[in-house]
């Protein structure tokens, strides 16, 4: 199982990113696909999730209405839209995988994890 995530960048607030994470050793049909970000000193915080069965996603209220997650299984990758970006958004992604799971319901507890891109919302 390897996840590995691009797309990060240095973005004035207000911007918009997409972020890419690829996916191999699985298959997006069979497990879902969490985004995570850890800002410096925090602890790491869920974004998003999408669900293997479906197009059903999850959101945290903080980027509700501004993020948007996606999937295309003919290239093995979810990606995340992010737009109207602020500084509080600055972090490392993660995208996550469990491969006990289907769905997203326990989406807190991922165990297989790629190794972050970096980014920064800054004037």
């Known amino acids: 199982v390897q996840l590995v995530e691009s797309g990060g960048a240095l973005v004035q607030p207000g911007g918009s990113l997409r972020l890419s994470c690829v996916v191999s050793?699985?298959?997006?049909?069979?497990?879902?696909i969490g985004w995570f970000r850890q800002a410096p000193g925090k602890e790491p915080e869920g974004v998003s999730c999408?669900?293997?069965?479906?197009?059903?996603?999850v959101m945290t209220p903080l980027v509700r209405g501004r993020f948007t997650v996606s999937r295309d299984k003919s290239r093995n990758t979810v990606y995340l839209q992010m737009t109207s970006l602020k500084p509080e958004d600055t972090a490392v992604y993660y995208c996550a995988t469990d491969e006990y799971e289907s769905t997203c319901d326990n989406w807190g507890a991922m165990d297989s994890w790629g190794k972050g891109t970096q980014v920064t919302v800054s004037s």
């Open positions: 050793g699985f298959s997006l049909d069979s497990h879902p």
């Open positions: 999408i669900s293997s069965r479906d197009d059903s996603t």
